[in-house]
């Protein structure tokens, strides 16, 4: 058989099997990069099954792959669930971060690790990088001890903060986005929204990309390092992206009821955490896809009515 042409760059994704680690797996993988990506619960067969808690199987991937890059996706991103589970949280989104830092830094890899607009309170939109965090929850005090624990074990590390993302989902649950899907489609029963807390809904292909490209500049470049923003540029509540996925579908939305209150339930939010992207932009670094474009993509496989289907491909 004909020798394969083996890329000679080589990445190392972590949270691989993720909603975000999918994607940038992917966007490396589709331009000659070769990529390798590490899961945990979801690992086999197209992973590696590493635990990121276990420092020797950190150290020996590493140190066996010898990765240019490390993208670090894997995090514990539900906030409810950092609140219930603080310690076990901490592990993942702190100690397993600074521990791939030292490691990526003990090979000379670039890190880039993935961070979120949770680290501020979200008072004082936009947010530039150089702005202090005050994050109103334990998910984004964890984000931001990562990150702190990154850049001591690594100063030449990337950071990024993104917001909340959206994309091709295994199942709607995987998205804060996407799992309005059951509530938009089923109209016979109203649907309560919250229409306080201010998102930039984010799709996952186009955070893969700014990494690829990230990556690719510092490969030329050492002095790309630090904190970087990346967010689309559509403002939403959680009731304005129902509607918008609602209208997507040619779907009725009038079941939809806009809850304005602050939520009372659950982690605290931030109102409004706007992430100011010009020092990418600058950079020549981004690509956004309209929301419209990017959910449709995301939910037809999901859609419950037939009928829209034929109405699209026949």
């Not at 894997?74 to 490691?103: F, H, I, T, Y």
Request: net charge neutral; with cysteine; charged share 25%.
């Amino acid at each position: 058989h004909e020798d394969v042409d083996i890329p000679s760059r080589r990445v190392l994704i972590t949270g691989a099997t993720g909603l975000l680690g999918r994607a940038v797996f992917k966007e490396f993988n589709q331009n000659n990069w070769n990529a390798v990506g590490c899961g945990y619960r979801r690992a086999q067969p197209k992973f590696e099954q590493i635990n990121l808690l276990d420092s020797v199987a950190v150290h020996e991937i590493i140190h066996d792959f010898q990765p240019h890059v490390i993208v670090h996706c894997a995090a514990e991103r539900r906030p409810d669930v950092v609140e219930s589970q603080p310690d076990a949280a901490s592990q993942l989104n702190v100690a397993a971060s600074g521990n791939l830092a030292k490691e990526a830094a003990g090979i000379g890899a670039f890190l880039i690790y993935i961070s979120t607009d949770y680290v501020f309170d979200g008072t004082n939109p936009p947010y530039k990088e150089t702005d202090i965090p005050n994050p109103l929850n334990l998910y984004g005090k964890t984000k931001l001890e990562g990150e702190k624990a990154v850049l001591e074990n690594n100063d030449g590390a990337a950071i990024l903060r993104i917001p909340v993302l959206y994309g091709e989902v295994e199942r709607l649950e995987e998205s804060a986005v996407t799992v309005m899907f059951d509530k938009v489609q089923f109209s016979n029963k109203s649907a309560n929204m919250d229409h306080w807390q201010q998102r930039f809904p984010t799709n996952v292909k186009d955070v893969a990309t700014v990494c690829r490209q990230l990556a690719e500049k510092r490969m030329l470049d050492p002095s790309v390092k630090g904190t970087f923003h990346w967010s689309g540029n559509e403002q939403m509540t959680k009731y304005e992206m129902a509607c918008a996925i609602a209208d997507a579908f040619n779907l009725p939305s009038s079941h939809l009821r806009p809850i304005t209150d602050c939520p009372v339930m659950g982690a605290l939010r931030p109102r409004n955490a706007q992430l100011d992207c010009s020092k990418l932009e600058m950079l020549g670094i981004g690509q956004r896809t309209p929301f419209r474009a990017g959910i449709k993509e995301s939910l037809w496989p999901f859609l419950v009515d037939k009928r829209w289907r034929q109405t699209v491909f026949h």
